[in-house]
């Protein structure tokens, strides 16, 4: 038996409904990874406050997509890297791209390219760029508050990509054909 449920809008602690019925409007269903982060509704709460303000910044959903998928290769997390697979060809990332950055490799296109580059520095670097790497970011087209944006989307894609390390949620159907393994490239 799993130490953490996949809940459902019925089993739900009462704090985490809310945020499970707007995961169900905006996705068609409840992803099982939010499924299993309602558990704990200070996790499942802050990560939809993050998550909406991410989606409400200045970078678009391509490159959104782009840093979410590169994160979740750059931590390993294999359920994420699935989900945001679809995603970012949803979106319109280029599948030579979406396939470079799985492979662990940075896309053809410059700028989704400094902000994959960024995004894997700043998790293997624990957040401690260097001038070079903020200087490369901005050469690239973005601005310095743009590069605090990727932090926040570092943020809420790693409560993602650990709630899923830890949790196993099953991957939904709609997602086996992106299936990724840790380690397997």
Excluded: C
């Amino acid at each position: 038996m799993s130490r953490y449920p996949v809940h459902t809008l019925e089993s739900a602690p009462l704090q985490s409904k809310p945020v499970l019925q707007q995961l169900q409007q905006a996705f068609g269903a409840i992803p099982n990874v939010a499924a299993k982060m309602a558990a704990s509704p200070v996790l499942i709460n802050g990560f939809i406050g993050l998550f909406e303000r991410v989606h409400a910044s200045s970078l678009t959903e391509p490159q959104i997509q782009t840093l979410l998928l590169t994160n979740a290769v750059t931590n390993a997390s294999e359920w994420p890297v699935a989900f945001h697979t679809a995603l970012a060809l949803k979106q319109g990332v280029s599948s030579a791209d979406v396939d470079a950055i799985r492979r662990g490799d940075l896309p053809a296109n410059a700028q989704l390219a400094a902000l994959s580059a960024l995004a894997r520095t700043l998790i293997e670097q624990r957040g401690r760029l260097s001038d070079a790497d903020q200087q490369r970011f901005i050469d690239a087209g973005f601005s310095a508050e743009q590069l605090l944006e990727v932090i926040a989307v570092v943020a809420a894609s790693t409560i993602t990509n650990y709630t899923s390390s830890v949790t196993q949620p099953k991957l939904e159907t709609p997602f086996e054909e992106f299936v990724w393994r840790a380690g397997i490239v």
